[in-house]
């Protein structure tokens, strides 16, 4: 804490004269995230923030329109591919001047440019160089019982930093070079004992005269549709239907965030000639697994814990060693085809979760994809073969008139598909095996003022119980009507059910203890309502009740939130956001979650169960164009209970605090 108050201070004091960072103003003063970032996160298993942190990059580092490809533009939220292949087609005829004239696109709606202008901006002639610190620090209050009983060896201070440079005109450092970044980011989780617990770094660049781009250090690679390498992250259905089940783009970008598992540490090139597209790249690192005594790795450590000697056993418990590419073509402009393989060995046999009792310490795993695009229609499909099966992905996207947007999808995921790298749309598709689904969803607008998503998921897992081979299946079910009365008052109707296979214990005619196959039932009903007041303040109301059976276990539990947001601009360099929910359910099986703000990169979806209170408020002050603080302090209390927690992470009392702190520097 110390540290980011006397960094703070000195660049208070020095802030007003620093130079302005060149390139589009943008006001820094906006909201933390959009709506369509909600509905992303809000159903993500984005647990270490990976998508979170993207979305940061993406507002600090916007896209140059006049530039970008169609796979960069895909990387914005809620921005479907066919859309980002019209800007591009848009591009070829007319270059962009402003931002604005994102609406002379095909297809392009008022939603889709509110989410846009976020993250893009027109230069023609983006010469620049741009220096950005991030200082992160986090603290509870209340002492877990490992701090009490000296378990965890660490302080209960949680730390991030993250520093990068990127000089985008390298004429006096290379004249081979148009662009060069560099990045490196340092994390300790709470109860664990160094400042630079978790590391990562990269160095990219790009070479114009040869086409090639390359980056040393931590990256990302993704390709197709993540069925044979998808290491960025997973999103989940969500109320934005239609974008929700496109995976991200083919490419190889820099690893900036804390997720110490799914990222390559070696080196990756991307080089391109006319209309072919290669990629290459090369792995070496270290991996936290759980390694019996038989030297066998049982399971992937993927908390990014090390607070406790066991913990720390885990760390770097393990090898993995990469090598792969990818082929891209464009024979026409409407036309994509992509071959994608890997090989991948361990320095130890893994475990198959597949199988408990085989073992494997090699992956071979390679697939093809295909895409067609036009202004109205996208089709695509990638099928991916690992050793002795197959995973399978195919769908279509049609917006036939500018008030309708169609959208199937059928995925066929072997259960024997054994890829540790893949990750694809589906029930569970992280990683892609074992499922079979059919996905379609519309996104109709009525009126001005009226817009109606829904989908429906019929999914089945071949293997649900692979000790029984027993198989289940489920469905799901999404409608959401948003209704916008003026530029002031929005109000969104929210319904949801979900059935999903659920295994338990009953009793056969001879009273010997069998399992069975259950179904959980979980409905949810929102009602969300959003008012702007004079520019200078938005209050949403959100209500939402849920209801959860299980007829074999004779489960009927409902449970019930209010919530009430209020972000408040209240000076021309302060914006104070507060956040208050009530909550009661029957128990933790019929939770809820509820999104909250935070600060630039961080993520919460605060988990709800029980009966009571949490409550935060979020204050955001840009001190001059180049420096931004963050403060948030949040408050949970649950009634009847005498503490909070388990093990050594019990908390006495009922009472949880939390504080935190960020500071973002851009020159």
């Known amino acids: 804490m110390r540290k980011i108050v006397d960094v703070s201070i000195l660049l208070i ?12 103003v943008v006001d820094t003063l906006v909201l933390p995230h959009a709506v369509e970032e909600e509905w992303l996160l809000e159903n993500s298993e984005d647990e270490r923030g990976v998508l979170a942190d993207e979305f940061n990059w993406l507002r600090d580092h916007p896209i140059n329109l006049c530039t970008a490809t169609a796979e960069e533009l895909q990387r914005i939220p809620g921005i479907s591919h066919l859309l980002a292949e019209n800007i591009v087609a848009r591009r ?8 604005a004239e994102l609406f002379n ?10 989410t846009l202008q976020r993250y893009v901006y027109a230069d023609k002639n983006d010469n620049s160089c741009s220096v950005q610190y991030l200082t992160r620090s986090t603290s509870e209050i209340e002492r877990r019982e490992g701090y009490v009983e000296n378990i965890y060896q660490g302080s209960p201070l949680k730390e991030y930093n993250r520093l990068t440079v990127s000089i985008y005109d390298t004429a006096g450092i290379c004249s081979e070079l148009t662009s060069l970044e560099t990045g490196f980011l340092a994390e300790k989780d709470a109860g664990e004992p160094s400042l630079t617990d978790f590391t990562t770094w990269y160095v990219a660049g790009s070479i114009p005269k040869i086409r090639t781009n390359f980056i040393l250090g931590d990256y990302l690679f993704s390709s197709g549709d993540g069925l044979v390498l998808n290491q960025s992250f997973f999103i989940s259905k969500s109320s934005d239907v239609i974008a929700s089940y496109k995976n991200n783009q083919s490419s190889i970008r820099p690893y900036r965030s804390t997720d110490e598992n799914n990222f390559c540490r070696g080196i990756a090139v991307s080089t391109e000639w006319s209309t072919l597209q290669l990629q290459m790249m090369y792995s070496h690192r270290e991996i936290n697994a759980m390694v019996d005594s038989a030297g066998t790795i049982s399971s992937l450590d993927a908390s990014g814990l090390f607070r406790t000697p066991t913990e720390q056993s885990h760390r770097n418990s393990a090898g993995e060693q990469m090598l792969g590419g990818r082929f891209h073509w464009h024979p026409l402009p409407e036309w994509t085809i992509g071959a994608t393989a890997y090989h991948s060995s361990f320095d130890h046999p893994f475990l198959n979760s597949a199988n408990d009792t085989l073992t494997f310490q090699q992956l071979n795993v390679r697939g093809v994809d295909i895409a067609y695009t036009t202004t109205r229609t996208d089709l695509f499909s990638e099928i991916a073969f690992s050793e002795h099966a197959s995973a399978w992905i195919g769908g279509v996207t049609a917006k036939p008139v500018s008030s309708l947007e169609l959208s199937l999808v059928a995925r066929n995921y072997s259960p024997e598909f054994l890829n540790l790298h893949s990750s694809a749309f589906g029930e569970h598709g992280n990683p892609a ?17 009226m817009r109606l998503s829904m989908y429906y998921d019929q999914f089945r897992f071949p293997k649900f119980d692979p000790n029984t081979n027993m198989a289940g299946s489920g469905n799901d079910a999404l409608g959401l009507m948003e209704l916008r009365w003026n530029k002031q008052c929005e109000l969104e109707l929210y319904a949801k059910r979900k059935s999903t296979p659920d295994l338990c214990n009953a009793e056969d005619d001879f009273g010997r203890t069998i399992q069975q196959l259950d179904f959980r039932i979980q409905r949810n009903y929102r009602i969300t309502v959003n008012y702007t007041s004079l520019r200078s303040a938005q209050f949403s109301t959100r209500i939402e009740c849920v209801h959860v059976e299980e007829k074999l276990l004779a489960v009927n539990e409902n449970g019930y939130l209010l919530s009430q947001s209020l972000q408040w601009k209240m000076f021309d360099h302060l914006r104070t956001y507060l956040q208050v929910t009530m909550y009661k359910t029957d128990s933790y099986n019929s939770r809820m979650y509820r999104y909250e703000d935070e600060l630039p990169g961080a993520f919460t979806n605060a988990m709800l169960y029980g009966e009571g209170l949490r409550w935060y408020v979020l204050l955001q002050y840009e001190v001059g164009r180049n420096l931004q603080l963050y403060a948030k302090f949040s408050c949970s209390v649950k009634n009847g209970v005498s503490s909070l927690g388990s093990g050594w992470d019990e ?17």
């Open 13 to 24: 004091c020095t802030a007003e004269f620093l130079p302005a960072q060149h390139g589009t």
């Open 92 to 99: 070829r005829q007319q270059q962009f001047h402003s931002v």
């Open 105 to 114: 696109v095909d297809g392009m709606t008022p939603e889709d440019y509110a």
């Open 433 to 449: 095996a074992n499922e079979f689904g059919l996905y379609s969803a519309a996104r109709i607008k009525f009126f001005s003022w």
């Open 651 to 667: 908390i006495p009392g009922n009472t949880l605090q939390q504080i935190s702190m960020q500071m973002d520097v851009n020159l």
